[in-house]
């Protein structure tokens, strides 16, 4: 069992940055591909980020490439999402993700086996 725990989120202008953090407890944090989505109101959860095990390999959702950078600390049990260049629609909750299979799609939530409480991230214009 892994639980995950996100933090930092909040209201920030257009064109700021924020830096989420998930925080995971439990199993061997560091065997698991972690990922980052997000859901706004009345959309479905749409894929962010992904990350490997190892913090090798990244992958991003298109809306977002550019502007958003996924890394993690395995000594500290701790993924990241630093966003910068916001905007609007980025406004939603914003939830980590952990899986064991690494070889499954990245942007697939079925794919992932647990998942954090979320945290709120809004942009304001």
């Known amino acids: 069992q892994v639980q995950l725990v996100e933090s930092g989120g909040g209201l920030v202008q257009a064109g700021g940055s924020l830096r989420l953090s998930c925080v995971a407890s439990?199993?061997?944090?560091?065997?698991?591909?972690m990922g980052w989505f997000r859901q706004a109101p009345g959309k479905e959860r749409e894929f962010v980020a992904a990350?490997?095990?190892?913090?090798?390999?990244?992958y991003y959702g298109n809306t977002i490439k550019g502007r958003f950078t996924i890394s993690r600390d395995n000594a500290k049990n701790t993924m990241y999402l630093q966003m910068n260049s916001q905007k609007p629609e980025d406004t939603a909750v914003y939830y980590c993700?952990?899986?064991?299979?690494?070889?499954?799609?990245?942007?697939?939530?079925?794919?992932?086996?647990?998942w954090g409480q979320g945290t709120q991230v809004t942009v304001s214009s």
């Open positions: 993700a952990a899986r064991y299979d690494y070889s499954s799609r990245n942007d697939y939530t079925a794919n992932y086996d647990y």
């Open positions: 990350i490997s095990w190892s913090g090798s390999s990244t």
């Open positions: 439990g199993r061997t944090f560091s065997r698991y591909t």
